[in-house]
């Protein structure tokens, strides 16, 4: 138990008054021996034993009559979650300082049990209600929008807890939250401002994609927030969901295509069922989906037995003279309203060039066939195969991809073909390295380098790759590509801070990618050469590859964008002009707001990324060894069950003082003699 005035506590010992009062009166007297008054207490002792019970129980309640006075007055809570013990309530029940770590994803929209409000909402107005009552000082707030769009601290001082309420800052989103960095923008903050006691609330469901829980920087974050001890406490929410069924969809490929005389529109995607408790079985199996397209609606069949699945090749007619458009499909309303509508845009597809740099003609025919031939014949795809002598000629302004097998352009003389690559990336082209004939371990680019080529003893195969997402990921029909077939027979290990995509069963990664602001960036450990691996041989791997890449590097060529909500800059997409969406966002949150939005003469579509439509959350035992050797302390609150997570409890404690006061006034009223209670008898007469 906590209290909000434990500085009351330490008038304690005033409950002992009645016992201190107690033994002073037994010395005030001494006993004298007296034979009458032997005799009355000789014939009084069978009473002796009531009597004592009685006085004790006398000063046992107005000792407890002190004592319930004294912590009423020091104002109780009732919550077990922010208690302490003895100690705890000696420091009070809440710190100085209280930083709020809100998570904003679409997945907190999601309707709260037994409550009207989104579970975001509803942990809002808790978080806020629980600092008033326990009277918290500073208050600080760090939103999931604010960590990824703010090059500054994003820590916000808010001037009450109440202000939690109204700001825009605490509203729903439609991007993913980053917990490892707002806890690395919690403790920057707690380091800048040399805080003492800290109260860290978390806000969230504890969502997978949202706490990256094998992220590298949780091991990091633990050393630097175990050195502050007790100083800083956390203290996680999360507010169970309903179990009313949800469905989400979303689109993964649209095309525009010319069917003889017919302008046709082919969208593909995914219909997802899911609830709360993982049944399905009360999921309506309706399959028909709402579309607006440039502002008229339709009521949509979608090609599925059930209610779920995947769909291939959705065919919406177009007039014949429209070449561009925006629209978005919506499901009726369900246990989660943000993941039921998708925005699209579509307009005529840029040619798909590319250029791969290689003096070893049999690497590069390889690369170039799986560069131009394109599985859409409806889509322009060229490839030109340059010398190293001749990168000075690419046309950066029309290259969707580059395929480079050749030195890696390091040292003074290559600054501006780095200036030019570095632009091109910026801009969302691609890029993929395999390695040249004799790598230079000291040439290093983008932070990455090859080692010498390394002849393998057996034909070593790769054993686990990344098949979620990037390069190789799955189907849209769900399928997965045969990585693990590829033999790989020379190797140039690959050193630098990169994300795998694909390692040997030795352990060495033969795929990696380096983070950019914009573009990707790939570097291939073995080449398509026969000495080298099967890549060609078992093409269907490098074929995918390469054509993924090159759609994501031509998309930076049309006049219309995919983008995920949180991706972009915010103060760029502050001035572009909204064409659907919400009303009621603001300019600033246009970046984290799924929508259409106009950039001149660019269609921009914002979404939430796929990785929200994944259900899977933390259990409690992952979440402890997340915060091991920190304090945490979890609640795990059901929005029905109480408006707030604490309460005060000192009005019963004076009931309890009324009893007391009551019971002692019962004991205290004299005893009926044994006369008065005994019938008189009369005297005999002679």
């Known amino acids: 138990m906590s209290f909000l005035q434990p500085w009351m506590l330490f008038a304690l010992p005033i409950a002992l008054l009645p016992i201190i009062i107690h033994l ?78 809100l998570d904003r994803s679409p997945s907190m929209n999601a309707n709260a049990a037994g409550d009207s409000r989104t579970k975001l909402e509803a942990g809002v107005a808790q978080i806020a209600e629980t600092l008033q009552t326990l009277g918290a000082g500073r208050v600080l707030l760090i939103d999931s929008n ?17 202000e939690l309420l109204d700001l825009p800052q605490t509203g729903p989103s439609d991007a993913s939250a980053d917990i490892p960095a707002m806890m690395l923008a919690a403790l920057d903050t707690i380091q800048a401002n040399s805080m003492g006691q800290i109260d860290v609330w978390i806000c969230s469901d504890a969502r997978e994609h949202d706490w990256q829980s094998r992220d590298g920087r949780w091991p990091t974050l633990r050393e630097a927030l175990a050195q502050f001890g007790r100083r800083v406490r956390f203290r996680l929410l999360t507010v169970a969901g309903t179990d009313q069924p949800n469905r989400s969809i979303r689109i993964d490929d649209i095309a525009l295509r010319t069917e003889g ?100 003609e049999d690497v590069a025919n390889v690369l170039r066939l799986a560069a ?79 080692s010498p080529w390394t002849d393998l003893k057996d ?35 690959l050193s630098g801070e990169t994300t795998p995509l694909a390692k040997l069963s030795n352990d060495e990664p033969v795929l990696v990618r380096v983070p950019t602001p914009r573009g990707g960036v790939y570097f291939c450990g073995t080449t398509p050469a026969g000495k080298d691996s099967t890549l060609s041989s078992d093409g269907v791997v490098l074929y995918v590859m390469i054509q993924r890449a090159l759609v994501d590097g031509a998309a930076s060529l049309a006049n219309t964008g995919r983008l995920d909500a949180g991706t972009v800059d915010a103060e760029l997409a502050a001035n572009w002009k909204r064409l659907q969406g919400p009303d009621n966002s603001l300019s600033t949150e246009h970046a984290f707001t799924a929508g259409v939005y106009a950039d001149g003469d660019r ?60 019971g002692e006034a019962i004991l205290c009223l004299p005893r009926q003699s044994a006369q008065a209670a005994s019938p008189s008898v009369g005297g005999a007469t002679a």
């Open 261 to 360: 005389d017919e302008r046709v529109l082919t969208l593909s995607g995914k219909l997802q069922s899911d609830s709360e408790d993982g049944d399905t079985s009360n999921t309506p199996a309706n399959t028909s989906i709402r579309m607006d397209l440039d502002g008229a609606e339709s009521i949509v069949e979608l090609p599925l037995e059930s209610g779920s699945g995947e769909f291939t090749d959705l065919r919406v007619p177009l007039d014949r003279e429209q070449e561009r458009g925006l629209g978005h499909v919506s499901l009726p309303a369900d246990g989660n309203n943000a993941d039921n509508t998708y925005y699209f845009v579509f307009d005529q597809p840029p040619p798909r060039k590319t250029v791969v740099v290689s003096s070893n």
């Open 146 to 162: 604010t960590v990824t769009a703010s090059d500054s601290s994003p820590a916000r001082e808010l001037a009450s807890p109440e």
């Open 603 to 662: 269609y921009n579509a914002i979404n939430r990324s796929a990785g929200e439509d994944a259900t899977d959350t933390l259990k409690e035992s992952q979440i402890d060894d997340l915060f091991q050797g920190l304090v945490l302390e979890r609640v795990n609150q059901t929005a029905g069950e109480s408006n707030s997570l604490v309460d005060e409890v000192w009005r019963a404690f004076l009931i309890l003082m009324l009893i007391a006061m009551i």
């Open 372 to 450: 131009e031939i394109t599985p859409d014949p409806n889509i322009d795809a060229s490839a030109e195969v340059l010398l190293p002598a001749e990168v000075p000629s690419i046309a950066w302004d029309e290259t969707a991809l580059l395929l480079w097998q050749a030195p890696l352009p390091v040292g003074a003389s290559n600054a501006d073909l780095r200036k030019r690559l570095e632009s091109f990336l910026d801009r969302g082209g691609r890029v993929i390295f395999f390695p040249p004939a004799n790598p230079n371990p000291k040439a290093g680019l983008f932070g990455v380098s090859y």
């Open 24 to 101: 002073i009166n037994q010395r005030r007297y001494q006993t004298t021996q007296w034979a009458a008054m032997m005799f009355l207490l000789a014939a009084n002792r069978m009473n002796r034993g009531y009597a004592r019970i009685r006085q004790w129980a006398i000063l046992a309640l107005r000792t407890l009559v002190l004592l319930a006075l004294i912590i009423a007055i020091g104002r109780p809570l009732a919550s077990g979650s922010l208690g302490g013990g003895l100690v705890g309530s000696l420091s009070g029940g809440s710190s100085a300082n209280t930083i709020v770590l």
């Open 459 to 493: 034909d070593v195969s790769i054993a686990t790759w990344r098949g979620e997402a990037d390069l190789l990921g799955k189907t849209l029909a769900g399928a997965s590509l045969p990585v693990g077939k590829l033999k790989v027979h020379r190797l140039a290990a």
